[in-house]
Every structure is written in C-alpha cells, then in structure tokens.
Nanobody, 129 residues
Framework: QVQLVESGGGLVQAGGSLRLSCTAS????????VGWFRQAPGKEREFVAR????????????YYGDSVKGRFTISRNNAENTVTLQMNSLKPEDTAVYFC??????????????????WGQGTQVTVSS
C-alpha cells in the first residue's frame, strides 16, 4: 500500500515558477514509477510527467507530456520518499489541479490514468495572466 500527499500548489503569475512535491508513505515506494497528472475544470485528466524506479545502475528515466516539455522537470529522492515537479515558465493554460500517482509497473512510459494504482488528493495550481 502506498499513500501519496501533494504539496506546493498556489497562485503564480504567468512566466513564474512553482515546485510541487509528492510525499509517499510505504516501504515499497522506491520500486514504483511515479507520475504527475493534471485536470482543469471540464477537461479530462492529462498526463504531465513520469519518473521510473531506479534501475540496477541507479538511473531513472523521465517522460513528459508535449505541452510541458522543456518547462517542467520531474525528479525523485528515494531517501526522502519524494517526487518533485519543478514547473518553470508557467502559462495560464497550466492552471489545473495536479495529482501525483504511483504505478507498480516501474519502468517504461505509462500515460493513461488507469495505469496507476495509487493517487494523491491533488493540489491546485493557478496561473494568472
């Protein structure tokens, strides 16, 4: 079992930055891939980014949705059971509730909501123009 809690959301002006954190409890968190999704009012939940578990050589792979490539960076700190989403050059269209989610399939790219077993409660990000 994995419990996830997001933090770091808030209100920021366009062009600004925010840093979201996903803190997990559970002994096996390090063996999960973790993704960030977002959902704006009236829209479907959208894939934002994903970081895989570390492989034998200690490396994680990262993946991004097309709309955030080059602006957002996902990273994980297994010692602290956290995954961070650094969001730069924010735009009004980035406004949404952001969720982190954990996936037992630890490697590769999984972009569908149904691929993730555990979810946090979400944190609101609002970008003003």
């Amino acid at each position: 079992q994995v419990q996830l809690v997001e933090s770091g959301g808030g209100l920021v002006q366009a062009g600004g930055s925010l840093r979201l954190s996903c803190t997990a409890s559970g002994r096996t968190f390090n063996s999960y891939a973790v993704g960030w999704f977002r959902q704006a009012p009236g829209k479907e939940r959208e894939f934002v980014a994903r970081v895989t578990a570390r492989n034998t050589w200690g490396d994680s792979a990262t993946y991004y949705g097309d709309s955030v490539k080059g602006r957002f960076t996902i990273s994980r700190n297994n010692a602290e059971n956290t995954v961070t989403l650094q969001m730069n050059s924010l735009k009004p269209e980035d406004t949404a509730v952001y969720f982190c989610a954990a996936d037992r399939r630890a490697y590769g790219l999984e972009k569908n909501v149904n691929d993730y077993e555990y979810w946090g409660q979400g944190t609101q990000v609002t970008v003003s123009s």
